[in-house]
Every structure is written in C-alpha cells, then in structure tokens.
C-alpha cells in the first residue's frame, strides 16, 4: 500500500459511535475513488464518549464488515488536527493526490482548523451531503476564500447521527458487526439486558 496509491480519498471520523452512515459513506467513497482511508480521531470541536481506543475498534470492525481491498483502516496517521494527519499521509503516501472528506453538516468548521489554508494547500475538500444539513453558500464563499478547492460529492448520507445514537441508543442504526461489540463493552446505552 505504501506509495502505491495516487489518488486517495481521507475520512477521519470520530466514530462515537459507527453508524450506517458511515458505513454508506465509506461505500459510496469506494464508488468514486480508487483507494480509501480511514481512521478514528480525537475532534478538538467534539466531547467523546468512548475511548480513541475503543472507536478504533469499532471503526476498524466496520471496516473488516464491508471488505474492500481499496478500503484501508490506517491509525498511524489519526491525529486532532488535519494538517498532522496530511503531513503523516504525504509521508506514507508521497506522490498521492488526497481528497479530504467531510460531511455537510462540518464546513462550517473547517475555517477555525489548525493551519487551515496549509490543509487547504495539501487536499481538496470532498463534501457529503448528509441529510438534514444542506451547504450554505456563505460557508462554501468563506471556503473558497480561504483557497480551497471543492469536490462535491455525488452521495446521499442519511441524517442518522452518532450523538443522536448516544442519546437515544437505537440498534437498527449501528452496524450488525459492530453492535456485539457495543454490547459486549455496554457502550453507549447498549447492553445485554
């Protein structure tokens, strides 16, 4: 895998916990681009509930489930900060040309990362539509003025949301894969009672 990849597509994800959204999106991130890649992360802007170990897990659990050769589980390069995590892809995978995805329902975040218009320099912006969170063309004006180069991406997430699954724990929206697991660990409300 190491420098064999040109074009990738990057998904961090809090992964507090998996969803069917991220399993659509990791899926429908397979039908445009030719390689993939996906970690669990610490976002500074987010209060997490389970451990950065344990959404590991989960999240590499998720991954094993949709078994796709181009589809890679890599936790090397999770870091708070996108630029970190850039600069740790570009090391494993020098001559790539990276995609960073985010769903909808974050641009309006991306102006107030760390080293914004480098991370802007290093990867274009791939943005999900996620139901319920339509883009705001002043979001996507403050973008563009700081330099970034927008990939709209042509998917439909659904509007299941981790911190909804944490407040109100539904089963139907988790993954089968990973809901042992949650199980197993009482995570996030879910139990074997």
């Known amino acids: 895998m190491k420098g064999s990849m040109k074009k990738i597509a990057l998904l961090g994800t809090s992964a507090d916990p998996p969803t069917f959204g991220h399993q659509l999106l990791l899926e429908g991130l397979l039908t445009l681009f030719p390689n993939v890649v996906t970690w669990a992360s610490n976002n ?99 973008l563009k003025s700081l330099g970034a180069q927008i990939e709209f991406l042509p998917l439909t997430i659904p509007a299941t949301a981790s911190s909804s699954l944490r407040k109100d724990p539904e089963p139907q929206n988790i993954p089968p894969s990973i809901l042992p697991i949650l199980i197993k660990q009482s995570l996030y409300g879910f139990n074997s009672n």
């Open 44 to 142: 500074p802007m987010k209060k997490h509930i389970a451990s950065l170990n344990q959404r590991e897990d989960l999240l590499q659990a998720l991954v094993q489930t949709i078994g796709d050769s181009n589809l890679s589980f890599v936790k090397e390069i999770s870091s708070p900060w996108a630029i970190t995590t850039l600069e740790k892809a570009a090391k494993l995978w020098p001559s790539a040309d990276f995609t960073f995805v985010v769903g909808s329902d974050l641009t309006q975040q991306i102006p107030q990362w760390v080293n914004v218009r480098e991370v802007l320099k290093s990867a274009r912006i791939g943005i999900a539509p996620r139901q319920g969170w339509p883009l705001k063309k002043s979001e996507l004006n403050t």
